[in-house]
């Protein structure tokens, strides 16, 4: 049976190479972002796939009632939710903690923490209504203990995230519904980018170390994909790289070129 999957902020990023990984292996999909424009536009570049597999949903992850409503849609479209991503975040340019405009600070925290409160209650809630399925949470810079300078208040809701759930991996341990994360790595996308907004000159400085640990989101995708598809496990964190992969990456520097910003 195919399984049918959400993915909220799925319109770009990492979440649309998501949305297109599963569809290459044949599940239904429920894609979701904040406005109309940003659905259509993502349902034209797939427009490779039939509106029996694929569908648009708007949605504003800060608003639970709409969060509800993607709930509601994506089940009578196809009957179920079999995994639930809440993938929908965003990112501001790096400055210091106190330099960081209020309205930024409730930008950030109502999308990237609030709206994966939101998914999350939403998706445990129907998942336990129905008896089965799995909820994933996009994880980030800051979810392990990492800081950096600039990455305060976007890592502090990564950190939140992490323990949101670990929390939950215990709450659901003797239900039918299993959680997880998704530990990307870096990923070259508008989001890593949008942080070096005013500050071009650091980028371009940061762009040689970049170019040997991050990946492009159609890499990283499909093997998250898998990974998630096959997972049965409560708890687990579904991860592009390990460590291992990351020291062989250095290691082959010297030995080849990569520009993930061409």
Same mark, same amino acid.
């Given at each position: 049976m195919r399984k049918s999957i959400v993915i909220t902020g799925g319109t770009r990023g990492i979440g649309f190479h998501l949305a297109r990984a599963f569809l290459e292996r044949d599940c239904i999909l429920t894609i979701n972002g904040r406005t109309t424009e940003s659905v259509n536009e993502a349902l034209t570049r797939l427009g490779n796939y039939s509106k029996e597999q694929i569908f648009g949903c708007v949605a504003d992850v800060t608003e639970f009632d709409q969060v509800q409503g993607l709930w509601h849609k994506s089940t009578s479209r196809f009957g179920r939710v079999d995994i639930w991503i809440n993938n929908a975040g965003t990112a501001i340019p790096m400055m210091k903690f106190w330099e960081v405009p209020v309205?930024?600070?409730?930008?950030?925290?109502?999308? !990237?923490?609030?709206?994966?409160?939101?998914?999350?209650?939403?998706?445990?809630?129907?998942?336990?209504?129905?008896?089965?399925?799995?909820?994933?949470?996009? @994880?980030?810079?800051?979810?392990?203990?990492?800081?950096?300078?600039?990455?305060?208040?976007?890592?502090?809701?990564?950190?939140?995230?992490?323990?949101?759930?670990?929390?939950?991996?215990?709450?659901?341990?003797?239900?039918?519904?299993?959680?997880?994360?998704?530990?990307?790595?870096?990923?070259?996308?508008?989001?890593?980018?949008?942080?070096?907004?005013?500050?071009?000159?650091?980028?371009?400085?940061?762009?040689?170390?970049?170019?040997?640990?991050? @990946?492009?989101?159609?890499?990283?995708?499909?093997?998250?994909?898998?990974?998630?598809?096959? !997972?049965?496990?409560?708890?687990?964190?579904?991860?592009?790289?390990s460590p291992a992969y990351i020291l062989l990456k250095f290691l082959l520097a010297p030995f080849r070129k990569r520009d993930l910003f061409s």
């Open positions: 309205k930024k600070y409730k930008q950030l925290v109502k999308v !990237n923490l609030l709206g994966t409160m939101y998914g999350t209650q939403v998706a445990l809630q129907g998942m336990l209504k129905q008896g089965f399925g799995a909820l994933y949470n996009m @994880e980030g810079f800051g979810a392990r203990g990492r800081r950096m300078q600039g990455m305060a208040l976007y890592g502090s809701t990564k950190a939140a995230i992490h323990f949101i759930n670990r929390s939950i991996a215990q709450e659901t341990k003797d239900t039918p519904v299993i959680t997880g994360s998704i530990a990307p790595g870096m990923v070259i996308t508008e989001m890593i980018t949008r942080q070096f907004e005013g500050r071009e000159a650091e980028l371009e400085k940061s762009k040689p170390i970049l170019n040997i640990i991050a @990946e492009r989101p159609e890499t990283v995708a499909p093997i998250l994909a898998d990974k998630i598809l096959s !997972n049965k496990k409560n708890g687990v964190t579904i991860i592009f790289s």
